[in-house]
């Protein structure tokens, strides 16, 4: 656009020319709003994303405000240049234009209904035309003063048309501003009647939202059934609930004054989206509110019935516990006989399986008891961790002991069936054998079947010799079964029955075999074969020679001595019923056969070496059977005596007092002479046991040397435990005698330690740093050497003092110990005791207080120095650094209704922060917080003294520093997010806002005045009608956050045709918008507004 024009007509198409590009900006500010809503909404959701399109919007929002700037300096300047030149006229019209066209847009507002959104932006409408119409004031004024001189100066024309145009401008004047303040009063009426009832609607929602959260928070349950029943209770009894049941009633009374409210207003939609939105925010959260506290309340019950059913799973399975430890204590010894011990097998095999069975059990008692341990109130927890530590623990011990009774019926079995066996196998073999013998010697046989015979004979002999170790074995396994069996068991019987009849059938089948040896001996003498039979004879005391030679152990343990004894008796009783057959030889020998004489004399030569053999082998089984029951005498004895002794010697703790211990020592010495009479035993165990294993018989070396490991090992262990046994006496009894001196000793030495710090504590605590430096030193050395003290302190008692539990250094830790050196009881143990306490307690004191007292002054220290500009700056950094706000501290510190923190939460918020600072900064810091000194800060006073203020000297400052003083003052005071823009041209010379535009300013009447279109105004309004946050009311950064307007609307008047015909020339430049410079400054105002 060119420059202004000087003539009439120039002037009016130019003013047209500014309307239609008024308009057509009008028509982008929706826009522009909408481009700074998207980016401060994408900003609050992410400040990084937001950052690539700032600094295009604020480019935009400057060449924008440059092009509002603009359009109104222009208008302002045609319209003064058009009242300049006279017409008079055309202003009259295009006021009275104007105020019709605001007559007819408040009529449109009379049935204005919605929410709060679309209210206010009605209000804002208005706020507009209030602006506008108070920047029109000054034409209006302008007019009448001008038609006021005209009038004045020609005084014949009193009915003028201009003086009816100026009377109808006058009136509709009053007209509009009457009709624009009721308006604007029943739509703040509205608004405060919309924002009370969705003020309602939100308490209810966010009381129904905290009772959502209460209901999810995590609590402790009931882990047992009383404690569940009674939180099932107390929960539908809760007042949460009472609470609910009113909340609901007062939400439906709202839904349904909602309901009516919008059947009244009975607008479009888009005018109440916030009252639906509440309304069904208010539905959605009592629906939500009474689900999740049904919810719970099914929670509680289902909780309730797990916790009943787990207590009587774990009550059936105690129960099968004690009933299975019952039945299992009261089963019988594994039998020694094989079908008992088979169903005794059988019946624990089935027991084990039943106890395996029972580990799903425990597996589910143990998943369901940790859950209600972790998540159970402490009281039952605890309750519940020590019944499944009680059953875990006793069902794994029924479990081995099951195991363990498996393993001794198996092992006992095992002994049992090879028995059985055995003794079936041999009792089998003895009667099949005498069977046959009895068969083969049915009839007398020929001559030539009598050698036969005897081969027979001679190969059952060799057969029961092979025999004979598992005979042996056999009997010795069955007497050990049978030693093992109970006086009173009737297996014993059976087991008696069965070796007295192997052994009966054992003796009678050699017996036998010696009798059908010796009448084949006697047939063959009858038949005249004297050299056959002598020939047999000498082959028998040939083996016999040799089994009696001395090569042939005959020591060992007492059962292997009987069997040895009993087999020389059925060897006796043989031998001597062959000596019928040497008497036949001798007699019916021929004494001149030479061969004969020869073989007789051999034959007598052999049978009196065998009888002497036989006769020194009896004599030396009977001496071996001595020495045998000697040593299995000895060893029974010791036996015996072991058990007792090392019952005995088994620790037990010690008594505290003297005569106690004495007597102890006593009984000792008693119980050690019961040793020494043992020692002889033990010794002759030794040297018997040595004698026997030196021609010991194989099947005993076993026996011997079990029976000799397990006494020496047994009794060197009895030696070592009666030795340890007599020291810990003489030990206890020399510590019982030294204690006293001890124990003097420490009391000595606490009653001067307790006198020193009385005296300390007396004496005041000095007020520089290092005195108290050096007191502390001294203090810690004192304090260590006493916790030396408290080492020995320990041994005299087990109480745990409770200075112990509050001393910030040493925790003399007095442990429970197995046996007190002194009766606690005693006189002198209770003073130490309480010496201990007292003393401690006051060295910890003295100390805390020595450590407070320097910290104390440290702080004195370095508030003397202190500099709050320098904190402020550290305070800024470290909330910089730990990407936080300051106003977010300001806001979790507020416990005030008034919104306003106290000295105390400050302080202790500020430490909570873990901000590197101590509470003598920090009471500065509030001080220098709390201006007025009202003993709070709210949140301007907060924000103002973190926000660093420039320094002003102190001298007599000229008229244009004092300008430029209030200029900064006032505009320190803008709270935009971006401060109102103040720049120095030259003196009196500011450009202020986005647009730069330079005004004047000037000092009059000790007030700074700023210079507007032809008069002054003050430096105050002058800011309010450009400084968007000195609107009155809601400020601007509210309007410019939540104000938008609806798609394909504009914030302005819309244009409208003059009354006049507009074929006039005189009107032909003003028939549409707004023609004033108030018009000017009311869109300028609606611009910023939408910035």
């Not at 006793?394 to 498996?406: A, N, Q």
């Not at 020495?627 to 010697?649: G, M, T, W």
């Not at 819309?1054 to 000017?1080: I, L, P, V």
């Amino acid at each position: 656009m060119g420059p202004i024009a000087t003539d009439i007509r120039s002037i009016k198409i130019q003013i047209e020319e500014v309307k239609i590009l008024k308009l057509q900006a009008v028509g982008k500010c929706v826009a522009i709003e909408g481009i700074n809503s998207s980016v401060q909404a994408l900003k609050n959701k992410s400040a990084v994303a937001a950052e690539n399109f700032i600094v295009a919007v604020e480019d935009i929002n400057t060449r924008w405000n440059k092009l509002v700037d603009g359009i109104f300096d222009r208008e302002q300047a045609l319209q003064d240049t058009l009242i300049k030149l006279g017409e008079l006229d055309t202003s009259l019209e295009d006021v009275n234009g104007y105020l019709q066209q605001v007559e007819e847009e408040l009529s449109d507002l009379d049935n204005v209904h919605g929410d709060p959104k679309y209210l206010e932006t009605h209000i804002k409408k208005l706020k507009m035309v209030q602006d506008d119409l108070d920047n029109q004031e000054a034409v209006v004024r302008a007019l009448n003063h001008n038609l006021a001189e005209m009038r004045a100066g020609d005084k014949g024309s009193k009915h003028s048309p201009l003086l009816d145009k100026q009377e109808e401008m006058n009136e509709l004047w009053k007209s509009v501003n009457s009709s624009l303040r009721d308006k604007r009063n029943r739509l703040q009426e509205k608004l405060t009647g919309v924002k009370s009832f969705l003020g309602d609607v939100e308490d209810v929602v966010n009381w129904l939202s905290d009772f959502e959260q209460t209901l999810k928070a995590v609590k402790t349950i009931g882990a047992l059934p009383d404690t569940a029943q009674k939180q099932c209770e107390k929960f539908n009894k809760s007042e949460h609930l009472i609470q609910l049941n009113a909340k609901n009633d007062q939400a439906h009374a709202l839904l349904t004054s909602g309901e009516e409210m919008l059947q009244a207003y009975n607008c479009h939609p888009f005018q109440t989206v916030q009252i639906r939105s509440s309304l069904a925010k208010l539905k959605r959260s009592c629906d939500a509110a009474k689900k999740q506290a049904k919810k719970k309340k099914l929670k509680l019950q289902e909780h309730l019935q797990n916790v009943t059913g787990f207590h009587s799973v774990m009550k059936i399975f105690t129960d099968w516990l004690i009933s299975g430890e019952t039945s299992l204590s009261k089963l019988k010894t594994p039998s020694k006989l094989v079908e008992p011990i088979e169903r005794q097998i059988k019946a624990h095999r089935d027991f084990h399986d039943d106890v395996e069975t029972h580990k799903e059990i425990v597996d589910r008692l143990d998943r369901t008891g940790t859950y209600l341990k972790y998540y159970g109130a402490k009281h039952d927890a605890i309750v519940i961790r020590n019944q499944l530590l009680s059953i875990k623990l006793r069902w794994k011990r029924l479990l081995w002991k099951t195991e363990e009774r498996g393993r001794l019926l198996n092992s006992a079995y095992k002994e049992d069936k090879r028995f059985a066996d055995d003794w079936k196998e041999l009792v089998g073999w003895l009667d099949a054998t005498k069977e046959s013998l009895n068969k083969l010697m049915a009839q007398r046989p020929s001559p030539v079947r009598m050698k036969e015979i005897i081969d027979e004979i001679k190969m059952y002999e060799r057969q029961i010799g092979r025999k004979h170790p598992r005979y042996y074995a056999t009997t010795r396994l069955g007497r050990n079964l049978k030693d093992r069996c109970t006086k009173t068991d009737p297996e014993r019987e059976v087991l008696s029955k069965m070796l007295d009849e192997l052994k009966t059938k054992w003796t009678s089948l050699r017996t036998e075999i010696s009798q059908k040896q010796t009448q084949l001996d006697s047939q063959l003498l009858e038949s005249g074969r004297l050299v056959e039979a002598s020939k047999s004879l000498i082959d028998w005391l040939e083996k016999m020679e040799d089994a009696l030679s001395d090569k042939h152990p005959t020591r060992g343990d007492q059962d292997t001595v009987h069997s040895l004894v009993e087999q020389h008796k059925a060897f006796q009783e043989e031998f001597d019923s062959r000596r019928s057959t040497l008497n036949t030889l001798q007699q019916t020998a021929n004494p001149e056969d030479p061969a004969v004489l020869q073989q007789l004399n051999t034959l007598n030569d052999l049978w009196a070496k065998v009888d002497l053999l036989s006769n020194q082998r009896e004599q030396l089984l009977q001496k071996n059977l001595k020495s045998a029951s000697e040593f299995q005498a000895a060893v029974n004895a010791l036996r015996d005596f072991l058990p007792q002794a090392e019952q005995e010697l088994k620790f037990q703790p010690l008594p505290e007092h003297e005569l106690a211990i004495l007597q102890l020592m006593e009984r000792h010495e008693n119980f050690e002479d019961q040793l020494q009479e043992m020692e002889p035993n033990v010794e002759s165990i030794k040297e018997l046991g040595e004698e026997i294993m030196e021609h010991c018989h194989p099947n005993a070396v076993r026996f011997v040397k079990y029976y000799l490991t397990i006494t020496h090992t047994r009794w060197e262990q009895l030696l070592e435990r009666s030795r340890g046994r007599r020291k810990r006496l003489e030990d206890a009894l020399e510590d019982i005698q030294g204690n006293l001196s001890r124990l003097e000793d420490l009391l000595a030495y606490l009653s001067d330690a307790e006198v020193l710090l009385l005296t300390k504590q007396e004496d005041e605590i000095p007020e520089t740093v290092s005195l108290v430096e050096d007191l502390l030193k001294q203090h810690m050395e004192f304090h260590e050497e006493l916790q030396e003290k408290g080492k020995e302190v320990e041994k005299f008692t087990a109480v745990q003092s409770d200075s112990s539990r509050t001393s910030a250094g040493y925790t003399p830790k007095l442990k429970t110990v197995q046996r007190e050196l002194l009766d606690p009881n005693n006189p002198m143990v209770t003073q130490l005791q309480h010496r201990w306490r007292d003393v401690w307690r006051m060295s910890v004191d003295r100390k805390k207080r020595l450590h407070d007292h320097l910290e104390h002054l440290l702080e004195l220290e370095s508030v003397k120095n202190f500099n709050f500009e320098l904190w402020r700056q550290r305070y800024l950094a470290w909330v910089k650094t730990k990407k936080a706000r300051i106003t977010d501290f300001f806001r979790k510190q507020i416990k005030n209704e008034d919104g306003t923190i106290r000295r105390h939460d400050f302080i202790t918020g500020m430490l909570d922060s873990k901000f590197p600072t101590n509470k003598a900064e920090l009471n500065a810091v509030f001080n220098i917080f709390d201006r007025d000194r009202s003993g709070s800060i709210n949140y301007r006073e907060f924000i103002e003294a973190l926000r660093p203020v420039a320094k002003k000297p102190k001298r007599h400052m000229s008229e244009q520093e004092l300008v430029h003083d209030e200029i900064e003052r006032e505009v320190s005071t803008c709270k935009c997010r971006s401060q109102f823009k103040v720049e120095k041209v030259d003196q009196g010379k500011y450009r202020f806002g986005d647009s730069q535009k330079m005004v004047l300013v000037r000092f009059l009447n000790s007030t700074v005045m700023v210079r507007v279109g032809g008069g002054w105004v003050t430096l105050q309004k002058f800011l309010e009608n450009h400084d968007p946050c000195k609107a009155k009311g809601r400020t601007n950064t509210e309007l410019r956050e939540q104000f938008t307007l609806a798609d394909g609307t504009a914030q302005s008047r819309a244009s409208f045709s003059s009354r006049r015909h507009s074929g006039k020339a005189s009107n032909s430049g003003s028939d549409a918008g707004y023609s004033s410079a108030s018009s000017s400054a009311g869109i300028k105002c609606m611009l910023t507004f939408c910035y």
